[in-house]
């Protein structure tokens, strides 16, 4: 088993760049690909980006492709999301998982951290 914990959260204007990092416990992390989600109040938790055990393949929603990157840290237990060119409906938890399954499957993910607040104003 994993446990994902975020950090990196925080107030960033529109325009501004954010870094969240996700450290992983658990003696197998390699075995897990990760993935990032969020939720803003009243709406549905969604898929960020994801990459793989190895980090070879990343995947991205739409609506944050072209700016937001997801890497693993070279000890392969760590994530991290560079968010770029934020805009205020980007405001959310955002949430670090785990998954056995694809790192491209959504309903995958087992193992999810605590969340970090992303607030961009305007």
């Known amino acids: 088993q994993v446990q994902p914990v975020e950090s990196g959260g925080g107030l960033v204007q529109a325009g501004g760049s954010l870094r969240l990092s996700c450290a992983a416990s658990?003696?197998?992390?390699?075995?897990?690909?990760m993935g990032w989600f969020r939720q803003s109040p009243g709406k549905e938790r969604e898929f960020v980006a994801a990459?793989?055990?190895?980090?070879?393949?990343?995947y991205y929603a739409d609506s944050v492709k072209g700016r937001f990157t997801i890497s693993r840290g070279n000890a392969k237990n760590t994530v991290y999301l560079q968010m770029n060119s934020l805009k205020p409906e980007d405001t959310a938890v955002y949430y670090c998982a785990a998954t056995l399954s694809r790192a491209s499957d959504p309903s995958g993910y087992r193992y999810w951290g605590q969340g970090t607040q992303v607030t961009v104003s305007s």
């Open positions: 990459v793989s055990r190895n980090g070879s393949s990343t």
């Open positions: 658990g003696r197998t992390v390699i075995d897990y690909a």
